[in-house]
Nanobody
Framework: QVQLDESGGGLVQAGGSLRLSCAASGRTFSSYSMAWFRQAPGKEREFVAS????????YFADSVKGRFTISTDNAKNTKYLQMNSLTPEDTAVYYC??????????????????WGQGTQVTVSS
C-alpha cells in the first residue's frame, strides 16, 4: 500500500511560483513513476506532468510545458512539482498519483492506483 501526502498549495499572484511536494510512504518512491493531475472547478481532472520510474524522463501537458518541472529527493521519498509563471488558468486542486504498474508514466488516469488528498492552488489575476 502506498500513501501520498501532498503539500505546498496556496494563493499566489499571476506570474508567481509555487512548489508542490508529494511525500510517499509504504514503498520506495524512487523506483516508481509518479504523475500530477489537476482539477479546476467545473472541469474534469486532467494530466499535468509525470516522471518515469528512473527519474530520467519527464512528460508535461502542453499547457504547462516550459513553466513546470518535476524533481525528486530520494532521501526524503518525495517528489516535487515546481510551478513558475503561474496564471489564473492554473487554478485547481492538484493531485499526485502513483501507478499500479511501477513503470507506467503516461497520462491515463485509470493507470494510477494511489492518489494524494489534493492541494489547492489559487492564482489571482
Amino acid at each position: 500500500q502506498v500513501q501520498l501526502d501532498e503539500s505546498g498549495g496556496g494563493l499566489v499572484q499571476a506570474g508567481g511560483s509555487l512548489r508542490l511536494s508529494c511525500a510517499a510512504s509504504g514503498r520506495t518512491f524512487s523506483s516508481y513513476s509518479m504523475a500530477w493531475f489537476r482539477q479546476a472547478p467545473g472541469k474534469e481532472r486532467e494530466f499535468v506532468a509525470s516522471i518515469d520510474w528512473s527519474g530520467g524522463i519527464t512528460y508535461f501537458a502542453d499547457s504547462v510545458k516550459g513553466r513546470f518541472t518535476i524533481s525528486t529527493d530520494n532521501a526524503k521519498n518525495t517528489k516535487y512539482l515546481q510551478m513558475n509563471s503561474l496564471t489564473p488558468e492554473d487554478t485547481a486542486v492538484y493531485y499526485c498519483a502513483v501507478p499500479g504498474r511501477s513503470y507506467y508514466s503516461g497520462s491515463r488516469q485509470e493507470e494510477y492506483d494511489y492518489w494524494g488528498q489534493g492541494t489547492q492552488v489559487t492564482v489571482s489575476s
